[in-house]
């Protein structure tokens, strides 16, 4: 079954740091751009960060650079977001998503909660 | 670069369509024919029911279709059923980054 579940997310105090994982099935992973797409509540989607396939070219939205970090293992099938310094602003629902070969998120995991609050 | 611009809100009765637009810029909807469309109904992930512009995925009924003209890209959705009542975004590709619209909530009257 073609899925990404995603794991971590939570309730963190402003400056804090979280990871959030995203593990990949049903696919090879290794062949795929992988993207991180946040909604904040009530609110549009926003891309965050994507990275290449080979792991190397990492690209992020100029409100998460410097804070966040995009990396993926191939070998284990997944995608993490390593989020540092965080904000009231970057609360969201998180998602990871792939960028098939039809230039489109083709597939989406289920989403996990960021809450930045003190 | 901006998000695109969605209109909030759509409507329309079932059996009607219904057309909501996307507007970009000539950096990204009008310069790639990669925009892509998403549906979301609440409390759930974003599904694609558009890619490039005018095709759909396998399992997408033919009631949805895509067009572009200039920099602006439609989505319409034929013979409105209740299932249909969700969120819209769309989203175009522009260099190294995605853009994506602020959605519109589609309303089944």
């Known amino acids: 079954q073609v899925q990404l579940v995603q794991s971590g997310g939570g309730v963190v105090q402003p400056g804090r740091s979280l990871r959030l994982s995203c593990a990949a099935s049903g696919f090879a992973f290794r062949h795929y751009i992988m993207h991180w797409v946040r909604q904040a509540p009530g609110k549009g989607l926003e891309w965050v960060a994507h990275?290449?396939?080979?792991?190397?070219?990492?690209f992020y939205a100029d409100s998460v650079k410097g804070r966040f970090t995009i990396f993926r293992d191939n070998s284990g099938d997944t995608l993490y977001l390593q989020m540092d310094n965080l904000r009231v602003e970057d609360t969201a629902v998180y998602y990871c998503?792939?960028?098939?070969?039809?230039?489109?998120?083709?597939?989406w995991g289920q989403g996990s909660l960021v809450t930045v609050s003190s | 670069q901006s998000a695109l611009t969605q209109p909030p809100s759509a409507s329309g009765s079932p059996g009607q369509s219904v057309t909501i637009s996307c507007t970009g810029t000539s950096g990204d909807v009008g310069a790639f024919n990669y925009v892509s469309w998403y549906q979301q109904h609440p409390g759930k992930a974003p599904k694609l029911v558009i890619y490039e512009v005018n095709k759909r995925p396998s399992g997408v009924p033919d009631r949805f279709s895509g067009s572009k003209s200039g920099n602006t890209a439609s989505l319409t959705v034929s013979g409105l059923q209740a299932e249909d009542e969700a969120d819209y975004f769309c989203c175009s590709y522009a260099n190294s980054n995605n853009l994506f619209g602020g959605g519109t909530k589609l309303t089944v009257l």
């Open positions: 998503a792939k960028w098939g070969s039809i230039w489109a998120y083709d597939i």
């Open positions: 990275v290449w396939n080979d792991g190397h070219n990492k």
